[in-house]
């Protein structure tokens, strides 16, 4: 009896959480693009670097990794990009055909960021030294996005990001940014206790929760966000989210956890996990190569992102 009324307590906390980290980060990206906005920076710079920034990945993956839970914090990072690239690319390319030209230097930041975040595994304990190489890859990799991209339209001219911030003055914003911040660092919280005690009380393996169910749970709004700009005309947009995602789950969420709280690396991580981050990136990558992620090319990615999800079970 005490053994379900825990799992129920930890199954809504970890509903909870997840429900507050997508709210608070729909509330903080207001704020960071209305910060663009009034500090006057471009709409297509402040859509490249803010179309990636997950807060609530970063909160749970920090929030996990303090409690030691490994497979939660790893997981926020290949489970997420993984995600990402084969249900909500893939989906999105099922529902709306992308036809876009990205840059090619743009394009292959998803195979190099997927390699780059196999170093941090390759020893028993994510170390920290790797963790800086990361961050560094990050700062690195959102420079060539930019420069890659000064004369490449990911919006159409004229077009603003998000709120164009009418109405109120950056204070406002500057405000709105710090709550959803505090708020995305509870849920985050939230979302890991709860991970942490289903897989305790209920015997639920460590890497099915942590590389597939949390990161499909914080990341659903996602498959939304690919298809709602393809579906108006928009696949630069939708095509710029993925990469920009990925990279930040990869070389920022997994830079900072190393950086701040190293974590036990589990063997399947680099037996499973990394490999098929690997085939997920190269897939995607080719496919925005040739300038197209069709049904068939959406369906290849999903039927790749399910075996991972099966593996992940049976394992």
């Known amino acids: 009896m005490v053994g379900q009324m825990t799992l129920l307590l930890a199954l809504a906390a970890f509903a909870a959480g997840v429900v507050l980290v997508v709210v608070a980060t729909e509330r903080l990206l207001d704020g960071l693009v209305g910060i663009a906005h009034a500090a006057r920076v471009a709409p297509f710079v402040a859509a490249a670097i803010l179309s990636g920034l997950e807060a609530e990945n970063v909160a749970v993956g920090l929030a996990a990794g303090s409690r030691g839970s490994s497979a939660v914090a790893l997981g926020t990072a290949f489970g997420g990009a993984i995600f990402l690239l084969c249900a909500a690319l893939g989906i999105g390319a099922i529902v709306a055909p992308l036809h876009v030209r990205l840059p090619r230097g743009v394009i292959l930041l998803l195979p190099l960021s997927a390699v780059a975040a196999g170093v941090p595994i390759l020893f028993g304990s994510t170390p920290r030294w790797a963790g800086a190489i990361l961050l560094l890859g990050f700062v690195a990799a959102i420079g060539s996005l930019i420069v890659a991209s000064r004369d490449h339209e990911f919006l159409s001219p004229g077009e603003a990001v998000g709120d164009d911030g009418e109405g109120h003055s950056i204070v406002w914003y500057v405000v709105v940014t710090v709550l959803g911040i505090a708020a995305i660092t509870v849920g985050g919280e939230l979302v890991a206790y709860g991970a942490e005690t289903v897989i305790r009380v209920a015997g639920v393996s460590a890497g099915l929760i942590g590389m597939v169910i949390t990161p499909a749970a914080i990341e659903a709004e996602e498959v939304i966000r690919q298809i709602v700009p393809a579906k108006g005309g928009r696949p630069d947009v939708s095509a710029g989210n993925a990469v920009g995602t990925v990279v930040y789950f990869l070389l920022f969420n997994l830079g900072l956890i190393a950086l701040l709280t190293p974590v036990s690396v589990p063997g399947y991580v680099r037996l499973l996990d990394w490999p098929f981050l690997l ?36 394992r």
């Open 279 to 314: 085939i997920s990136s190269a897939l995607a990558a080719t496919f925005l190569w040739r300038g197209r992620v069709g049904r068939v090319e959406g369906a290849i990615l999903v039927i790749v992102g399910t075996a991972f999800a099966v593996l992940q079970g049976i």
